[in-house]
């Protein structure tokens, strides 16, 4: 039976391994051995490190595999942690790396200068991280409860079942301001104490780890690499809402995590920490994963219990909400995987330390997964009320290849696109609504001069309209309408009257529409027409794509620069360039397929787009 | 392709049937592991876990078909997903899906004659930091591009 002297007892003797007190002078070295970190070459890195270590004997290192470090670009990662803690990151790690990091700076205590972070991250360094969600990633080994348990890991939830109430966890949570970070912000401890005002039978409590919004990647991070964070708050939840079963639906296109939770799981039930009577009280919880199959609609939270129950994944009418009539009809509390990997932290450190951080009506500190066209891809975790321009320049390090701000993205295919006017902005829930965008569950997408706004508009809208369950008239028909109009622009055959269209049937659907999906499709059409209407003015009035990105507006054209050397006709799969050797060719454009082949085959650059 | 059923894959498929039978909720766990033994979900493993569950073939195949990851038709032997995520999207995996078209002479979610590959646009797979990304079975590409993809396929067709 699991006590709290057997989780100090743990504690104590994994800190032993990790601050290696036993080893004069050792070393602790973690790989990130996250989905990045794996799909970069982790593996034969962690492998060449340990032959290294162990052809040359060395006893003073603890070598461990890690989850997600944060800094996915610059994957694969190894970080040298000595006894006094001081940590030496280094990046894009080859074998030949690993070698050399073992020989200079395990054997001889010389860091390798040229492979650390300093060489490859460009940043200015002034916003500093603040990780909560993301405490143990990076740093703990997932597969080993032990070291979960070393960090204080199921601290919280012995401290919740020996000595408080459900309702003084409740309050705790209620009293931190956590708000659900899967997208709605809805008060945490608010949905708890709606459910738990249903006395008595069966409740259910349910993880949301479908992770839909292409884009966003901090999810998988934490379960990945800290799944015991989310076990743990919803064995606290479960005692909260009076829940003994708990359920976990995650996107089936997250092979590593579904792994390693299930190895979490088996670890914790091995560990009497699910299960029957808990820390010898009377509470029995038991867990267990279920699948997603590829329905992004299954992020709401009724497809979700949907498809649980094994029907199509289509949303229901709220009220009834799912507190009062969830999964099988039972009270049911949905929350996502960042919001409860927030919850041991605030048990253990209390609901001030938490309210202490953010803006007035966001507290705490929020997971972004940065991407698109920025130096520094990956996941940051900073307070509410830090600014785009902190995240995007501070942290995210500016543009790529020395390119123009345009856009960032924020909710993914339900969010806005905000523009270099709204940089400035302390990013939160309210604030985001305002300018017509949304938080969303924290994906970011950066894009530059290069992005036609209104073929990204057109990407988010196939993207809905191939993932709309077709039960509300609103979502399948009004979207679809809606990208029919989108190709007409985008095809060069567009009118203003299109324009006026799409904005109202827009403004319709977002009134009209059953669930969130459809609710907030418009949302990338509406911000785009509102912060670059010129964009689509342009492909209807002048038939011009400013950014040359969509196909139907651009034409390739032959300059004088043209040497006649015929490369370009040579290579054309569609036989549309004509010219004499030595002399200016010609593109036919009525025959040109924009495949790009002469552009890029030509010695001269003579080739433009026009 | 022509679709085989298989005795062994069959009584596979009914023991763990009869696993998830003991639980609330077991039919979208069984279809998980119909289309893991057999590749695809067609009508005739439909038949069979219609009968083991004791549903309708009609609200079975309705929701087979409401999921993408479920399949009725047969894959390749190698799958190819693209990813088209935003973050991939925006840094070009437009590109890197049309060269693969080209390639092989397949559109997304066809399967090439020879049944060696089938394509598929894939959802955000989360590795966006590495965007833009494609798989060719389990086997993920990150910071891809043309280039890389032709190759990948090029080692696939040696092996």
Redesign the interface.
């Known amino acids: 039976m699991i006590t709290l002297d057997y989780l100090n007892d743990a504690k104590a003797q994994t800190q032993a391994k990790i601050k290696l007190q036993n080893h004069k002078n050792g070393f602790r070295v973690v790989v990130g051995m996250a989905?990045?970190g794996?799909?970069?070459g982790a593996k034969e890195i962690y492998d060449t490190l340990l032959h290294e270590i162990t052809a040359k004997k060395l006893d003073n290192i603890d070598l461990t595999p890690v989850g997600c470090v944060g800094?996915?670009?610059l994957?694969p990662l190894v970080e040298v942690i000595d006894h006094n803690g001081q940590k030496t990151t280094y990046c894009k790690v080859t074998a030949e790396g690993a070698k050399k990091i073992v020989e200079s700076h395990l054997c001889s205590g010389n860091p390798v200068g040229e492979m650390t972070i300093d060489n490859f991250k460009k940043t200015d360094g002034a916003l500093q991280q603040v990780r909560i969600a993301l405490r143990n990633c990076g740093v703990i080994n997932p597969e080993d409860i032990n070291e979960y348990i070393c960090y204080d890991g199921y601290k919280a939830l012995g401290k919740v079942l020996t000595e408080m109430t459900p309702d003084e966890v409740i309050h705790i949570v209620k009293e931190s301001g956590l708000r659900g970070r899967g997208g709605g912000g809805f008060p945490t401890g608010l949905k708890w104490s709606l459910c738990a005002k249903n006395k008595g039978g069966q409740k259910y409590i349910i993880c949301n780890a479908d992770?839909?919004?292409?884009?966003?990647?901090m999810d998988?991070a934490v379960l990945e690499g800290d799944p015991h964070s989310v076990i743990e708050a919803m064995a606290i939840g479960g005692y909260a809402i009076g829940a003994s079963q708990g359920y976990i639906y995650i996107?089936?296109?997250?092979?590593l995590a579904v792994e390693r939770l299930n190895h979490a799981i088996a670890q914790a039930y091995k560990a009497g920490l699910l299960g029957k009577n808990i820390f010898g009280t009377e509470f029995c919880f038991d867990l267990?994963l279920?699948?997603?199959?590829?329905?992004?609609v299954c992020g709401e939270e009724t497809a979700l219990i949907a498809?649980?129950?094994?029907?199509?994944?289509m949303p229901r009418n709220k009220p009834p909400f799912p507190a009062d009539k969830g999964l099988?009809g039972k009270p049911s509390i949905i929350n996502n995987v960042e919001t409860y990997a927030n919850i041991p932290a605030i048990i253990i450190k209390g609901e001030k330390w938490f309210a202490s951080m953010g803006t007035q009506k966001s507290k705490g500190t929020k997971v972004f997964?940065l991407?698109?066209?920025i130096n520094n891809?990956?996941?940051l975790e900073v307070p509410m009320g830090t600014t785009l321009r902190e995240v995007i320049y501070g942290v995210g390090g500016g543009i790529s290849n020395g390119k123009k701000f345009k856009a960032v993205?924020t909710g993914?295919p339900s969010g806005g696109c905000l523009t270099e006017a709204h940089l400035d902005t302390p990013i939160d829930y309210d604030n985001l609504i305002a300018l017509n965008s949304m938080m969303g569950s924290g994906?970011m997408?950066v894009?530059d001069e290069d992005?036609c706004m209104v073929d990204?508009a057109q990407?988010?809208l196939k993207f809905t309209v191939e993932e709309s369950?077709g039960k509300c008239t609103p979502c399948r028909e009004g979207t679809k309408k809606m990208l029919e109009i989108l190709e007409k622009i985008i095809s060069g055959n567009g009118t203003m009257e299109d324009i006026t269209e799409l904005e109202e049937l827009a403004l319709y659907i977002k009134d009209s529409a059953l669930c969130a999906l459809g609710q907030s499709a418009p949302n990338p059409v509406l911000s785009t027409l509102a912060n670059f209407r010129d964009e689509y003015i342009a492909h209807v009035v002048d038939k011009k794509c400013p950014t040359k990105v969509c196909k139907a507006l651009i034409k390739y054209f032959i300059t004088d620069k043209c040497i006649g050397c015929g490369k370009c006709k040579r290579n054309c799969p569609a036989q549309a360039i004509s010219g004499d050797i030595k002399k200016v060719h010609r593109i036919d454009s009525s025959r040109c397929t924009k495949c790009n082949l002469c552009k890029q085959s030509c010695p001269v650059d003579a080739i433009i787009l026009a | 392709m022509k679709f085989v059923l298989d005795e062994k894959k069959v009584a596979m498929l009914k023991e763990c049937i009869a696993k998830h039978k003991q639980?609330?909720?077991?039919?979208?766990?069984s279809?998980?592991d119909a289309q893991s033994i057999f590749g695809c979900i067609p009508i005739e493993v439909q038949k069979i876990i219609s009968e083991e569950l004791n549903?309708s073939v009609a609200k079975i195949n309705?929701?087979v078909t409401?999921?993408?990851?479920?399949t009725t038709e047969p894959k390749g032997k190698h799958v190819i997903s693209v990813c088209?995520?935003?973050?991939?999207?925006?840094?070009g995996a437009k590109e890197i899906l049309e060269v693969i078209q080209d390639l092989l002479h397949i559109n997304p979610g066809e399967t090439s004659a020879d049944g060696m590959f089938t394509l598929e646009n894939?959802?955000?797979?989360?590795?966006?930091?590495?965007?833009p990304?494609f798989k060719i079975d389990?086997k993920?590409?990150?910071?891809a591009n043309k280039d890389i993809a032709k190759r990948a396929i090029e080692e696939v067709l040696k092996a």
């Open positions: 989905t990045c794996l799909t970069a800094e996915c670009a994957e992770e839909g919004d292409p884009g966003a990647f998988r996107r089936a296109e997250y092979p267990e279920r699948l997603g199959a590829g329905a992004f498809s649980i129950e094994g029907e199509r994944g099988w997964a991407g698109g066209k891809t990956g996941l993205q993914g994906g997408i894009m992005n990204v990407f988010y369950c | 639980k609330p909720g077991p039919l979208m766990p279809l998980h549903e309705g929701v409401f999921y993408s990851n479920f088209l995520g935003t973050a991939c999207y925006v840094k894939t959802r955000c797979i989360g590795a966006c930091g590495l965007a990304v389990e993920v590409y990150g910071a």
